[in-house]
């Protein structure tokens, strides 16, 4: 993708995925009160301490500290960068992800002129 991602757009992909859903998708969680609860995918463990809200729309691992949006669980469960697990949310939100063209400032300009083999 040629571009940046319009922060605006980030916002409103995260208000209209859930969280729980992404994240039951790839480890089962279990209900626990307002919350759900599963055993950490970020390190090895017996009693569950990875912890997501749905009110919050954030995760949290009180065992080995993991903690983020939908956003950040892809992007470490599935290895990916930011643009790759933005571009996963918004398939699966049924987005099309927005790009607005690169700028070249005046010094990167300068920079890529003034260089000598």
Do not use: N, W
Not at 46 to 58: E, L, N, R
């Amino acid at each position: 993708m040629a571009g940046k991602i319009p922060p605006e757009f980030i916002d409103q992909l995260l208000d209209r995925v859930d969280i729980v859903d992404v994240i039951d998708q790839r480890v089962p969680l279990k209900k626990t009160g307002r919350e759900f609860q599963a055993c950490c995918p970020f390190h090895t463990e017996k009693t569950p301490s990875f912890t997501v809200s749905p009110q919050k729309q954030f995760f949290h691992c009180f065992g080995c500290g993991a903690h983020g949006t939908a956003l950040g669980f892809l992007m470490d469960y599935e290895h990916l960068g930011f643009v790759e697990a933005v571009e996963e949310l918004a398939k699966q939100a049924g987005m099309e992800v927005p790009s607005s063209p690169l700028r070249i400032t005046k010094a990167r300009r300068s920079v890529a002129c003034c260089v000598i083999s």
